[in-house]
Nanobody, 115 residues
Framework: QVQLLESGGGLVQPGGSLRLSCAAS????????MNWYRQAPGKQRELVAV???????NYADSVKGRFTISRDNAENTVYLQMNSLKPEDTAVYYC?????????WGQGTQVAVSS
């Protein structure tokens, strides 16, 4: 059974940092395209960051230069380092794994940026 377990969310002040983790079981993250999505209240879910099986990364324009996605193959975990956080980064963040027809989601972790 596939499980993606996110952690690391919380409340942080503007300008602060958080690191989200997505610990996977039942899949090998290094052969999947691993994604971080987020969904703010009243808004559609949006793709934030991607790390492909070849290690290449892509980011939404709104987070470029502030967020970094990475992968630890030994820990079978994907991370999202978020720096210079803004109130508009407030959302539930979801880990997603895609490969061929397979598409798995975590339960989400809340990030709130507020003073």
């Amino acid at each position: 059974q596939v499980q993606l377990l996110e952690s690391g969310g919380g409340l942080v002040q503007p300008g602060g940092s958080l690191r989200l983790s997505c610990a996977a079981s039942g899949i090998i993250v290094s052969i999947y395209t691993m994604n971080w999505y987020r969904q703010a209240p009243g808004k559609q879910r949006e793709l934030v960051a991607v790390i492909s099986s070849d290690g290449s990364t892509n980011y939404a324009d709104s987070v470029k230069g502030r967020f970094t996605i990475s992968r630890d193959n030994a820990e079978n975990t994907v991370y999202l380092q978020m720096n210079s956080l803004k109130p508009e980064d407030t959302a539930v963040y979801y880990c997603n794994a895609k490969r061929l027809w397979m598409d798995f989601w975590g339960q989400g972790t809340q990030v709130a940026v507020s003073s």
